[in-house]
């Protein structure tokens, strides 16, 4: 075996400031179906979001050790049209922090979370090696 054995990512994590603002973006804004809700001692610490294809987006509260950031590693969705997302997003107030950005085989966009968290939005082109298009 080389590595650690690693078998799958089992989460992307994101703090937020603020938790009830942070499920509104991420369920009503972004549409991502809301799963596991954990409380601690009656207050809301930690959202998970189901992503197609498998994979969670979980929200916690920030605290001293994990702060919000546009600098930090990001998650990276795949939308069917970035336009019309893009279009969307900037309608509902959403701060675009990079506009649609073209590379020869696919399409990006940068958005921020209500806490300031980066999110790259991605679309690949017909000659990406990846694509079903």
């Not at 919000?68 to 990001?74: T, V």
């Not at 900037?90 to 922090?97: D, K, L, N, S």
């Amino acid at each position: 075996m080389s590595g650690i054995g690693i078998k799958e990512a089992a989460f992307t994590g994101y703090p937020a400031t603020d938790l009830s603002v942070a499920r509104k973006f991420y369920g009503e804004i972004l549409g991502l179906p809301e799963g596991m809700v954990f409380e601690h001692e009656g207050v809301v610490g930690w959202v998970e979001y189901s992503i197609p294809g498998g994979h969670t987006l979980a929200i916690t509260q920030a605290n001293d050790q994990w702060q919000p950031s546009p600098n930090g590693g990001g998650l990276c969705f795949e939308v069917e049209d970035l336009d019309a997302a893009v279009a969307k997003l900037e309608r509902q107030g959403v701060t675009i922090v990079l506009p649609v950005q073209e590379f020869p085989v696919c399409r990006m966009a940068l958005i921020a979370d209500p806490s300031g968290n980066t999110i790259a939005l991605h679309q690949k082109k017909a000659n990406h090696p990846e694509c079903a298009c």
